[in-house]
């Protein structure tokens, strides 16, 4: 009777542990590109078009400018994820190969690596996500300027519109990583707020000097 309670006790711990682990490395893996790239075009794309809104009333020049930077911005987000994410694979792959040539002497880490092939990351599923998300947190911007004449009411609807999606993208980013919700909405929020602030100000302040459009 003791034995079979010693069973039944260990081996339920032994199943759980690790596929909380696994479901957490392969999460953070696309929670980094994914928040990464959402954040960085909301960012990006709301302090660009702040900044051209510094000196250009046209609501048709805030939008092409708009544009432009998601398009730039999405290429140079998929290319850099690319370029990064295959110089992991191949280190990933050369510590493998590595292995295999040692033979019996790290065999237990043979093991290891040949159980981790089939969660080596993917530079192309990497690139699409991060392109994906920086254009998904670029058009925020973009749509909440559109249908608005007023240059200062359309100021103040893109500073909006970009706060709400940062707290939401923090929130998001804090769940998914299990980490404290209000550090990190206020941590993005804060970030946002000083690259729309910094580049407003500073191309008002090269515009004042006679260079506006």
Request: hydrophobic share 50%; aromatic share 6%.
């Amino acid at each position: 009777m003791a034995a079979q309670n010693h069973v039944q006790v260990t081996i339920p711990k032994e199943n759980h542990a690790p596929e909380e682990d696994f479901d957490y490395s392969q999460r953070a893996q696309w929670l980094r590109a994914a928040v990464l790239g959402a954040n960085d075009g909301l960012v990006s794309i709301a302090s660009l078009m702040m900044g051209v809104g510094a000196v250009q009333e046209n609501v048709k020049t805030m939008i092409l400018t708009g544009f432009a930077g998601l398009f730039a911005g999405a290429c140079s987000m998929a290319i850099g994820e690319f370029v990064s994410v295959y110089s992991q694979l191949d280190i990933e792959r050369a510590q493998m190969k590595r292995d295999k040539e040692t033979g019996g002497q790290n065999r237990e880490h043979q093991e290891d690596g040949e159980g981790n092939k089939e969660q080596l990351p993917n530079p192309f599923q990497a690139a699409v996500a991060s392109s994906v998300a920086f254009s998904l947190g670029a058009i925020v911007p973009i749509l909440a300027a559109a249908f608005i004449a007023n240059h200062k009411l359309r100021l103040a609807v893109i500073v909006a519109a970009v706060s709400l999606a940062l707290l939401v993208f923090g929130g998001i980013g804090a769940f998914l990583g299990r980490s404290p919700m209000v550090k990190s909405c206020a941590r993005v929020l804060i970030g946002g707020w000083m690259a729309m602030a910094i580049t407003f100000g500073l191309t008002k302040l090269i515009g004042s000097t006679g260079l506006e459009i």
